[in-house]
């Protein structure tokens, strides 16, 4: 029979060839609904490839579609590392880029280096704010965070289309319920003329960087990670784990926030209530399949992002719907989940007789 | 302006409505309780009510009857029960993160099928969906009647659901089992039965329940199959299960109750004519959901090996 027998330590090269078999696995599996649908398996995987990272130009914008991915699978990672089921990223990516534009689209007349600061933390607040809602609600009332934020996903959702129906809606964009767009001074400059890769980007790794040294070498790093492991243990050990939640719940909010405002003043330029295609959602799976590890999550970002800007590509071309791509994340989160327990567990054949 | 609002609740239509809309949540509460009951979170319920919806029309347009259809979403339900039972009960994943995997996945299985099916349709290619129902004594009663009349079988079968999945919970061995094994594992294991055989069943059963609800939705309410018309309904489920304390009953009166919520708020709108955003009482549903949550969450009894896998020889 087969028996788990849990591993004391996990080698670092067996998680990440863990996330990367997940990712391979996830491929793999689609090409059964592929074949299916009639569509050339091997050929509509070229072009995916091709489409994701043929060229400079499909690099570039793989990498812009990761801009926003890496921000909400911050988010995620941080929020699940202390068991904070925050599956709210998707609201709160838009009440960032709602304050976004709030501020950045001529409230505030500033330079650019006074402007752009203030889009981005005022971006990071409103997302916190409202992850503490759920927060509160969990620790003071004990309701579920994991259905409050969701459901407050489509509260938000039908905020902003009021917004941009009613107080916010740009006059000039012929009746499309639109905001204004932000100033030139609070947009984030273009990494390269040409293409559309912004300097959302760079704050985005530079956010994971920074995550990754709070969460390994700082006190309330540790005691986020103890809050995650056990906050029984954590409790009766002494650590605030009110506090600690509270925390993460503004950190996690903070950074899908920020991926509201990068792709509003890096990307689109103004505000819409389609800015994001699940960018929320999909950031679960970036986090999951890194491992819940900060710098984990900026290679796992640009796969899904590769995996989306692909599958678009190959859509175009031999009309496969680009769905696909919602297949392959779903199938990566899955299988991750599965391979994870070979991070978790040894897993070993034993005789029956044996037991 | 008042006494027309206060007029809504004394027409048929309106309470007609509320049996409708309640209708698939009661499906989704129903699924989402059996499965909780037995110790198991399962956010798959969202993609399940997709898939469910998918699948049953599909299998309608394709020429099956209409109950054909209904056993087709089901038994969609149930693999995707059993994957996220699989992967949860003997493998002792998390059963959030899994949850929304399993929906992400059916999701995208009825986004992708779909989209194979009908490549360029403008128009969502329609069924004869479910008739009204055609009573004979019921029918013409005053008030009541006109109620009745524009409910279909569907809606009798979610009843008739709430009735069986009462009775088999308080009144059968199997229910009794199914209790203690989100209640007590160990004991179950203690008399003979398999906490992962019970797990898995209800796992299934439960996610043809909330396919079920799904298809409710393109088999009578509408005739169609469109993109995003599940819209919350499966996360507004699991708060609905909590406010119903798990039990069937109160299941169909928490469903009721948002029922009426969402229909009066949809005739209020047209009272109010636009003076209030029509997005504040689309919002009223969540917020109603989220209230309701936090009301109970305190009192809340959950089963106590929720969210607990089990692993047999093992404390």
Known sequence: MIRFIPRERTPVWLTVAVSVGAGLAALLLTAIPLALSGAPVLGAFVLMAKGAAGDGFALAETLTRATPLIFTGLAAAVAFRARLWNIGAEGQLYAGALATVALGAGLIEAPAYVLVPLVLIGAALAGAALLLVPVLFKTRFGADEVVVTLLMNFIVLLFVQMMLEGPMKDEMAMGWPQSAPVLDEATLPKLITGLRLHWGLVIAVIAALLLHVFITRTVWGFRIRAVGENARAARYAGLPVGTAMALVGLLSGGLAGLAGASEVAGLKGYLTADLSPGFGYAGIVVATLANLSPLGVIPSAIFIAGVFVGADSMSRAIGVSNYLADLVVALSLLSVLVGGLLTRFRIVLVRREAV | MLWSALDILTQANFWAATIRIATPLIFGVLGALLCERAGVLNLGIEGIFVAGAMSGWLAVYLGLPLWGGVLVAAATGALFGLLH?????????????????????????????????????????????????????????????????????????????????????ARTPLGLALRAVGDNPEAVEAQGLSVVGLRLGAVMAGSALMALGGAFLTLSAFNAFYFGMINGRGWVCIALTVFASWRPGKALLGALLFGALDAYQLRLQTITGGAVPSQIFLMLPYVFSIAALVLVARRADYPRALMKPYFKGQR
């Not at chain 2, 992967?87 to 059963?95: A, E, K, R």
């Not at chain 2, 995997?101 to 995208?108: D, E, K, M, N, P």
């Not at chain 2, 069924?127 to 005053?142: H, R, S, T």
């Open chain 2, 85 to 169: 039972g699989i992967l949860t009960v003997p493998l002792g994943l998390s059963q959030h993160v899994t949850g929304i995997g399993v929906t992400l996945l059916a999701t995208s299985v009825a986004y992708f099928g779909y989209r194979v099916a009908f490549p360029n349709v403008a128009t969502p290619p329609r069924i004869e969906a479910f008739p009204p129902l055609d009573l004979p004594v019921l029918g013409d009663l005053p008030f009541i009647g006109p109620i009745l009349a524009q409910q279909t079988a569907f809606t009798v079968l979610a009843f008739a659901c709430v009735g069986a999945l009462a009775l088999i919970l």
